[in-house]
Structure formats: C-alpha cells, structure tokens
C-alpha cells in the first residue's frame, strides 16, 4: 500500500448536487455483488508530522479541512471538522440529496412505464382497429406481437450499448425513435405500415426500462438498491394493468389515431427530460474496463452466473402468470361472469392495489431477510394461489372463488418482481445495462410466448378460471423449482449495507 504525504493538506469544499453525483460517480460504484463487505473509514493509521490521517484504502483525510475523498471500493467519505463522525457513503447515489432523488424516481419510474404502456394502451382500440382496416382479429394481433418483438430486441441492443458508451445517448436516441414511430402509427392507412410502426415503437420504448434500471444500478448498491428498485418494479407491474383501463377511457373520448398520439407526447416529455434532468451515471474509466470491452463479453459475463440465470427463469416465470391472467381475463369476468366494463375495471383496480401493496411490502422484507427468502414465500404462494383458483372453480364457488385466490396471485407476483431485480442487478454493476436488457426482453419475450397458451388450451369449451389457473400454476412450478435448483438460496449472501 502506498501512503500519500502531500506537503500542503488539500482543503476543497464538499460539493454537492449534480457535482456530488458526478463525484461519486467518477470513484466507480463497484460490483457491489452480494455479501461483499466494504472496508470502513473508521480504520486509519495516523501521521503526526503531516497533519494527515490516512485510511487503509490509502486515501488521505485532513483533520482540520473539509473534503470528500473516494476509495478503490466506490466508497465516498463527506468529512466535517470532527472525521470521528464523518458518515461514509458506500455508493455514489448517498451524495444526492433526497429530494433529488425522488425527482429521480419519478422520472425513471415514467420511463419505465413508457413500455408497457407503448405495449397496452392501445389493446382496447383492437375492435375498432379491425373494423377500419377492415381484417381480421389475428392481422391486429399481430401488431401487438410486432410491439414485443420489437421491444425485446431493442433492449438486447440498448442494454449493451450503454455499458459501453454511457446511459445518456441510447436513451436519447432510442426515445426520440419512439416519438417518430408513434406518429407515423398515428396517420397510418394501411394495416402493413401500422404493423411496421409498432415494431419501431416497441425498439423505442425498450431504453426506458434497461436505462432506468441500469442508472439505479450506477448510483445504488445493497440495501437502497432494494428501495429504489421496489419503485420501478412497482411502476413495471402495475402498468400492464392499468394501461388497458386508460386506453379504454381514451377511446371513449378520441379515435384510435389519439392513442398514438397520447404515446407520441408521453416519448417527447420523456426525451425532454432525459436531455435535461437525467445526469450521465456511468464514467467514461468504467466503460473501458478489462474483461467487459465487447457486447459479447458482457453477455458472457451475465449469462455465466448461476443465480442470474435462474433469477432470470423466476422472472420470466412470474411474468408469464401475470399475462395469463391479462390476456384470459377480459373473456373469463366479462363472457363467463357476465361483469360489464365499470365492474372489470373495478376488478383490474383492485388486484392493482395488489401488486402495489406485495412490491412495497417486499422491499422492506428484503432488506432485512434478503431477497432470495422472500422469493421462496413469493413463488410457493404463487402455486398455492393459483391451486385455489382451480380448486373453487371445480366446486362450482363462482365469482368470488375465483376473484381471491386471484389477488393472493398477484400480490405475490408484486412481491416477486422487486426481488428479482435486485439479485439479477446487484451482482452485475459493471454490466448493469447488459443484465437489466437480458431481464426485460425475457420476462417479455417467455410472457408473450406462454400467455396464448390459455387460448389454445380453451379453444374447444372456452376460457374458464382452470384453464386460466393451469397456465398459471405451471409458471409457478417452474420457478419454484428454478429457485431451489438453480440460485439455491442457502448460497447466497446478504445484501450489503
């Protein structure tokens, strides 16, 4: 270890704001990978005859000034005029003042919400949609499955590129992309050119999701990483539910080119706020790191971790129930049950508030017990859920048989959601990017795969609450047995502080 003796002690002033991010940014988040201790600011070897007092890292505090230091860990000491008290901030997101930091919140939330709702808003127009292009209900379908191929390949290309060249211009460029599109969806007269519009709007909305995740990444590690992460899980399970609801209410007050339009001004806020309010978090010395130059390398890196890839399964997996339940409902509460519109959106509302209270509840557990127990209670209450489901359905219990079990289903899936992306993001801070694309375009990609599966099993007798559940119970035993097979919970550590 080299020790510093600098013959003038440095006395710069403690920044802060976007300096103080920048800062902390610049000193490198680290891998901040499960149960890694980072060393403390309280361990020091003190020189009497410069007046310094040196950490173990090899950074130098002065007594008497006033400055923040980084250290090789990402660690960011603020020192007052007592170091005994000085707080140590372990990644470079503890520098931003909160307020900051819920405007962070919101804004990467929004854009993690311009995905489902690019994906969604638009499901209720499908009606409407095949009277004008006069076609057939399979032709629309087929937007919506150009909107998901198109946003999974987006995010296997946005992921990559900002670990390599930093956050900022791939969410930039891929937004602005996204408002095009949505305008072109909007004066399309053929069904080919809306088709075509919709591929290029799913790529678009693809960078909101990965670069949000990949941001919080940057600036957070262990515990807070749970919170802020809850947060954009929360926005990412509520908003394929809720985006029906808003494009039903959108219908009901403008035709189906609106919608497109709505979506247009939704990526040009969003683009605007990107250029203005979100800093670059990833520094220019952590993109030319050894071992993560190429894209392939940093797949390599991600896909060769056992616990990444079976969180990824989890993730899928849980996914793939919620779109079960999407695509069967509207059938199952409206033609089986006979509820009308107000009342099947009260039920959406209500499972909402589901999802709301299992993503909230679980950051809080996951910090203190990890996130790897809670999955273990998520999933097995995901199968125990969707059993019930089936078990009132065969004994004739009706609607309210149905509806229970239902929203134990979907307050597991919030419970799940959080938890996944922590342990898929917190051992990967160097390809934070590359590990939040991967998760995204699977959960979508296996999602749009398994959902019409409910469709083909029901297509003699129709959609019933079975049918629907079987799908359902079958996702949850594949990531239950993902869980103990795969991440193994046992050998997985703790978050850090």
Aim: contains cysteine.
């Amino acid at each position: 270890m080299t020790e510093h003796t600098p013959s003038t002690p440095p006395t710069a002033p403690i920044p802060s704001g976007d300096d103080a991010v920048a800062r902390a940014a610049a000193g490198g988040a680290g891998d901040g990978a499960a149960g890694t201790e980072h060393p403390r600011a309280d361990h020091t070897g003190t020189d009497h005859h410069s007046g310094t007092e040196r950490a173990v890292t090899g950074s130098i505090r002065t007594i008497t000034g006033s400055i923040r230091t980084s250290t090789p860990t990402g660690a960011i000491r603020t020192l007052g005029a007592n170091p005994a008290t000085a707080p140590v901030m372990l990644h470079p997101g503890d520098a931003i003042p909160a307020a900051r930091r819920v405007v962070y919140i919101i804004l990467l939330g929004a854009l993690t919400a311009l995905g489902p709702f690019t994906i969604d808003l638009y499901l209720p127009a499908f009606p409407v949609l095949e009277a004008d292009f006069q076609t057939t209900a399979a032709a629309i379908q087929l937007t919506l499955t150009g909107t998901m191929i198109g946003f999974a390949i987006g995010q296997l290309i946005v992921g990559p590129l900002s670990d390599k060249v930093g956050r900022r211009f791939p969410l930039i460029a891929v937004t602005a992309l996204h408002v095009l599109a949505s305008v072109a969806a909007a004066f399309s007269s053929e069904l080919l050119l809306l088709g075509a519009a919709r591929v290029l709007m799913g790529i678009g909305a693809a960078a909101g999701g990965v670069v949000a995740m990949a941001i919080v990444r940057d600036l957070f590690g262990g515990r807070r990483l749970v919170v802020m992460l809850s947060r954009l899980a929360l926005v990412s399970g509520v908003a394929p539910v809720v985006a029906p609801l808003i494009g039903s209410w959108l219908l009901g007050v403008m035709p189906w080119q609106g919608i497109f339009i709505v979506l247009a001004v939704y990526g040009a806020v969003m683009l605007v706020s990107a250029l203005v309010l979100i800093p670059e978090t990833l520094p220019r010395e952590r993109r030319q790191e050894r071992g993560a130059t190429t894209v392939w390398q940093r797949y390599r890196s991600v896909l060769s971790d056992r616990v990444f890839v079976g969180v990824l399964i989890i993730g899928g997996m849980t996914f793939s129930g919620l779109f079960s339940y999407l695509s069967a409902s509207p059938f199952l509460f409206q033609q089986t049950h006979g509820l009308d519109a107000q009342q099947y959106g009260l039920l959406f509302a209500a499972n909402s508030v589901g999802v709301v209270v299992g993503v909230q509840v679980s950051s809080r557990l996951a910090a203190r017990f990890g996130p790897q127990w809670v999955l273990a209670v998520s999933t097995a209450v995901l199968l125990l859920s969707g059993t019930a489901i089936i078990v009132t359905d065969q004994l004739g219990l009706g609607l309210w048989g149905t509806v229970v079990p239902l929203w134990l289903f979907m307050t597991a899936c919030g419970f799940s959601f959080p938890c996944v992306q922590v342990l898929a993001l917190d051992r990967h801070g160097k390809a934070a990017g590359t590990a939040a694309s991967i998760l995204g375009a699977s959960n979508n990609g296996v999602a749009a795969l398994i959902s019409p599966i409910v469709g083909w099993i029901a297509k003699d007798a129709g959609i019933t609450a079975t049918t629907m559940a079987s799908v359902m119970v079958g996702c949850a035993v594949v990531g239950i047995l993902s869980l103990w097979l795969i991440v193994r919970p046992r050998t997985v550590g703790m978050l850090s502080p």
